[in-house]
């Protein structure tokens, strides 16, 4: 089941963009996923909604966009910042 591991992979990139400390902060991780990437979507996104929910991550959720091309790239990570006004 390589969708584990590019939901790792996910994580990982999003732990390189905030930092190990900021982790519980990840409210949401955007990622396109083309319909050609080979990727399976259902078992892709169940793989990533468990990692994203649990820790270090604590409750953040994964925003997955289908495409039609071959892409798979994470496209943004929402980090809460403590202000109330968002």
Do not use: K, W
């Not at 591991?5 to 991780?29: H, K, N």
């Amino acid at each position: 089941m390589h969708e584990l591991s590019l939901a790792m992979d996910v994580c990982r990139i999003t732990e390189d963009q905030v930092g190990r400390a900021s982790l519980g902060l990840v409210r949401e991780v955007g990622v396109e996923v083309g319909d050609r990437s080979g990727v399976e979507f259902g078992t892709f996104e169940f793989c990533l909604e468990s990692l994203l929910s649990a820790p270090p991550f604590v409750n953040a959720r994964p925003q997955i966009e289908r495409t039609p091309g071959d892409e798979l790239r994470v496209t943004y990570v929402e980090v809460d910042d403590g202000d109330s006004s968002d």
